[in-house]
């Protein structure tokens, strides 16, 4: 014992000078001098009271996440309103579904049917596009050119066009928008037909036409379906630039007009041939007082000669 409290006197410094003269005369000395040497170039870990203090603190502050009954309700009612509206919505119809499109190109016709199976179908160079979105419960076609309608009973059906707006119900009509001209004609049932603040309503085997917006005289060609059906094309009070143009679209054939300005005051009304091309340019020809010229483009109506 005696000397382990001479070691630890000697490496705390409490000796006294005799004691310290008899410690390093001792046997044992040298091996505790080179110990203290070497020790005094180890380090010990630095030590933050403060920083395991706040440790500690943290790991207390860390409890178990306890969601409350009532916030539990609250996230399952959200959850289920959610999924009903989205069950909803896919239930519901899509507003951005596509348009129908239908086309005849000139010197051709075509026949489509809507989703309540009324039949449509168009004469040349016409187009008409619906939805078929709720089509039931909203009969709505818009037209570009002239069509004949089988229209199935049902819910108000409507023909829109630039010139004007015809309502069945379950009927046969035809309608002609081009350029400024309006015509409609009923075969069957009864139609109003509306073209700026004109509105009339005609039955089987009546016509209405309308001109730049205004009523001009037309009469019903007796027959149980549109004429152009049966390639012929019917005409009301019209003029040269209108005959020409229906020419065209019916033969897909150019038609040039040249020096007609004294047929300005002419109209036709009646009907050509829409397969005979020789037979209708003879009739323009003697309606209108032109002449007929073929070339290899097409052919040129002149009045200059």
Known sequence: MKK????????????????RVDFEKSPEFSSYDKIARASQFLEAPGFDADKMYQGIISREKIQPRVI???RK???????????????IWFSLPQTDQPRHQELAAAGKTSVFSLPDHSEVTLNADSEADYSSNDWDDNRKINLRGEAFFKVAKGKTFDVLT?????????????VKSRGQRFEVTCFEGKVR??????????????????????????????????SWMDRQMEFTSENLQGVV?????????????TGADKTKN???????????????LEIVSRT?????????????LSGNE
Request: hydrophobic share 45%; proline share 4%; net charge negative.
């Open 4 to 19: 382990e409290h001479d070691l630890a006197k000697w490496l705390a410094g409490d000796m006294t000078a005799e004691e």
């Open 266 to 280: 002419l109209a036709f009304t009646g009907v050509m041939p829409a397969d005979k091309l020789e037979v209708a």
């Open 245 to 257: 143009a229906e020419m065209k679209r019916q033969y897909n054939v150019e038609i040039e007009v």
């Open 68 to 70: 409350p009954l009532y």
């Open 193 to 226: 037909v509306q073209c700026g603040k004109n509105t009339t309503f005609i039955t089987k085997g009546q016509k209405v036409a309308f001109e730049n917006g205004q009523p001009i005289p037309s009469q019903f060609m007796a027959s149980d379906r549109p």
């Open 162 to 174: 630039d010139c004007g707006k015809v309502t069945v119900v379950g009927t046969q009509f035809n």
């Open 288 to 300: 209108f007082g032109i002449h007929v010229k073929k070339t290899e483009s097409g052919i040129i």
């Open 73 to 87: 309700n609250l996230l399952l009612k959200i959850a289920a309103v959610l999924v009903i509206g989205l069950g």
